[in-house]
């Protein structure tokens, strides 16, 4: 009887160890962190609210929130409406639809290292593709990542070209679980395509695009690789993201203290973001 | 480590014990907490000073080869103290390995490649031995350095933490038949001679419309380590291998450096180095799309594996302003040696360094890994001198390396280069900050970061 009690503690044991050692332990331990000062390997010393009074004076932090923020400006209704346009086609029957669906996937599915460094050459400057092609058509080249009003719309693409894959196939769920009933009264009293659309699609799916427009956004917040490998931040810091910035404060300078405040900081303007929107959505 | 090792142990085991004890499982449980003792035991074998001492090499598969050699005749000669070698292990980069290892306290007693920028900070943290305290180090010292390097090297609280070990100069390699065809015999050396070339050099070959040559090229992301490969070598060079930081203080905000950002200022303005990320395509310099490169000698062999037929390239000092004169310094790049607190026996340990970075065993760190060891007059050894006339190609280093400097004594020296590499992205390759304004600007912001 004993046992039998004991036996699902035992067995949810590797999971709640793992939680406590991996989650709940860095968490509070960064909670500890924000009031101390700490390079890793020297002992902490306690600063007060030293961290928060140097966040707010950090211009370069405010920055690069701003530049993630122009970032899923760009990416998340580029992605919405791209996904939801190749979710619909595929979902009509066509042909290869199969090979297509999987085509589409294939991004998500490859490492962002290698995508990253894959589209740094198609954005060259001189001798990228994108600038070839412009330029035999008569238009002027772009400075896709050395143009600092355009590196950061370049990275959106690139990052809504890799994900997209991901939120056709969630799209494509939606689309699907919407009643063929609707559409056949529609057709009946005599609906266009766009009002079919625009009437019972929209409507029907609206879980879906609220999963991911909040999925989108969480993974747009967390911008890193992109940046990290294709812009180092650059040019003039228009690709900083936060995570890169607080990356770049706890393991390029060891400012322990100071990237757990940021991390705290930037984890609250999320939560914020994502509860904002999650008001606005259920509304409509 | 021991705990928890123990710990994982007999977690694992009570899970296997716990339902029912039949003998079979019992005698298994014991086997496996028998086996994770003695893996806990092991971990701390090396720092208990009677067995063995651990040395931590690059993971290039030249100075493992080096190591190993090394280790072996070491070990062949001595039984009183056994070495064991191994790469570091395999990080993002070994500089954060060795910091994961330092957290740990599961570092090697000796490493042998760490880069002399980092050593302040793990010095001040009391993580280091000072090497100083050993008996005979400062007289192999003075044997094997001039007074320059140890002064380099000796850290803000008068210890010296680091034996210089070896270097890898930056220089300009260059493409022999490029610089011809512009009328160059020998590659420019001056600013004005490099902007002339360049002018010359900045062609679209065939035709298409798309500038396909170039004079050089440098890394424009603003990453604070790409600027010793272009701003810091260059300032060393026109500042006679002035320092950036002495005592705590910033002394970059001077004529050498704002000279240096103008000539690569006008260098991209007028388009004489491309703005493209070259680095993961095919070697721009070997394919001929670029004439020269600020490279170190690590560079020869990869040249030599790659080159085409008929492709000729040499090495020179990096361009120096009109009025230089004087040696051209330059970066030298060095990676040092150290002992680490754990190390239980440090004296021993030194014994065994001092047969390392014996000239014996210099010579042959050049003759595998290529890389020159940092030690004074070199190419007047003989032996050395011998080597160098059979390699041509790596004789400008050897000449090279008696002007070389590494970096200053300063434990935030990233966040130093990251500063000045704002800067260096804003004037030189935007153009949005005059030299003045930018080099005066990371200066005050150098010296927040200081104070």
């Known amino acids: 009887m004993k046992s039998q009690k004991l036996t699902p503690y035992l067995m949810v044991s590797p999971y709640i160890l793992h939680l406590g050692f991996f989650v709940l332990f860095p968490i509070v331990f960064s909670v500890i962190l924000m009031f101390h000062r700490w390079n890793i390997i020297s002992p902490m010393e306690f600063v007060g609210f030293q961290n928060f009074v140097k966040l707010f004076q950090d211009r370069l932090f405010f920055q690069s929130i701003l530049n993630t923020l122009i970032f899923l400006l760009i990416h998340i209704p580029l992605q919405i409406v791209i996904a939801l346009f190749l979710a619909e086609m595929l979902n009509q029957k066509i042909r290869l639809r199969g090979l297509l669906r999987a085509s589409y996937f294939l991004p998500v599915v490859i490492s962002g290292v290698v995508v990253t460094i894959v589209w740094s050459q198609l954005y060259g400057q001189d001798t990228g593709l994108l600038n070839r092609i412009l330029v035999n058509i008569g238009l002027p080249k772009v400075g896709w990542l050395i143009d600092p009003a355009i590196a950061m719309p370049s990275i959106a693409i690139m990052a809504t070209w890799k994900n997209v894959g991901l939120y056709v196939v969630l799209f494509l769920v939606g689309l699907q679980s919407v009643p063929p009933q609707y559409y056949e009264a529609a057709d009946i009293d005599g609906a266009s395509h766009w009002q079919k659309f625009r009437y019972i699609t929209i409507p029907a799916i609206n879980p879906t695009i609220f999963m991911v427009v909040i999925l989108s956004t969480i993974g747009g917040f967390s911008l890193f690789i992109e940046p990290y490998i294709m812009t180092s931040g650059g040019p003039l810091n228009s690709t900083v993201s936060a995570v890169l910035y607080i990356y770049k404060q706890a393991f390029t300078y060891y400012h322990m203290g100071y990237a757990a405040a940021l991390g705290f900081f930037f984890a609250a303007i999320i939560m914020l973001f994502v509860f904002i929107q999650r008001k606005v959505i259920e509304r409509d | 480590m021991k705990t928890s090792t123990i710990f994982c142990g007999g977690y694992l085991c009570s899970l296997l014990f716990y339902k029912k004890e039949t003998a079979q499982r019992a005698v298994f449980t014991f086997l496996l907490i ?418």
């Not at chain 2, 390995?97 to 009391?126: C, H």
């Not at chain 2, 047969?355 to 940092?374: A, G």
């Not at chain 2, 070199?378 to 160098?388: E, G, N, R, S, T």
Request: some cysteine; proline content about 5%; aromatic content about 14%.
């Open chain 2, 34 to 451: 028998f086996g994770f003792t003695l893996i806990a035991c092991n971990n701390d074998k090396n720092n208990d000073g009677s067995d063995f001492l651990q040395y931590w090499s690059s993971n290039n598969p030249y100075e493992i080869e080096f190591a190993e050699y090394i280790v072996g005749e070491w070990n062949r000669l001595n039984t009183e103290k056994k070495v064991f070698s191994q790469p570091v292990p395999e990080g993002r980069s070994s500089e954060e390995v060795i910091l994961a290892a330092v957290v740990g306290k599961t570092t090697p007693d000796i490493y042998s490649n760490m880069w002399q920028g980092d050593v302040e900070f793990f010095a001040r943290s009391g993580t280091l031995i000072p090497l100083d305290t050993l008996d005979g180090f400062l007289e192999t010292l003075y044997q094997r350095c001039d007074s320059s390097v140890i002064d380099e090297i000796t850290s803000a609280d008068g210890h010296i933490y680091q034996i210089p070990w070896k270097i890898n100069p930056i220089m300009l390699i260059y493409n022999v038949n490029l610089f011809k065809s512009v009328g160059y015999k020998k590659p420019p050396q001056t600013y004005s001679q490099f902007l002339d070339a360049g002018e010359k050099l900045h062609q679209d070959l065939d035709g298409d419309g798309y500038v396909d040559l170039w004079v050089g090229y440098s890394s424009i992301l603003a990453d604070w380590w790409q600027r010793f490969f272009d701003f810091y070598s260059l300032y060393l060079g026109a500042s006679n291998g002035g320092k950036l930081i002495d005592q705590g203080k910033v002394v970059f905000n001077n004529q050498s450096a704002i000279a240096v950002f103008r000539f690569l200022q006008e260098v991209y303005k007028k388009g004489y180095f491309t703005k493209e990320l070259l680095s993961a395509r095919q070697d721009v310099f070997i394919e001929g799309f670029i004439a020269s490169r600020f490279v170190g000698p690590w560079e020869v062999i990869h040249a030599e594996k790659f080159k085409k037929e008929g492709f000729d390239y040499h090495f020179r000092e990096l361009p120096v302003p009109d009025s230089h004169s004087g040696p051209v310094y330059t970066y030298g790049d060095p990676k040092n040696i150290v002992i680490f607190n754990t190390c239980k026996n440090p004296q021993k340990a030194w014994n065994f360094l001092r047969y390392l970075i014996s000239e014996e065993n210099d010579f042959k760190l050049l003759e595998i890994t290529t890389q020159l060891p940092r030690r004074k007059k070199l190419i007047k050894i003989k032996q050395f001198a011998d080597y160098f006339e059979k390699n041509p190609k790596l004789k400008p280093f050897a000449i090279q390396a008696e002007h070389v400097r590494g970096t200053d004594v300063c434990a935030q020296l990233k966040e130093i280069f990251d500063v000045i590499s704002q800067e260096y992205e804003a004037c030189v390759i935007y153009d949005t900050k005059t030299p003045e304004e930018a080099i005066n600007d990371a200066a005050e912001a150098a010296q927040v970061i200081l104070n």
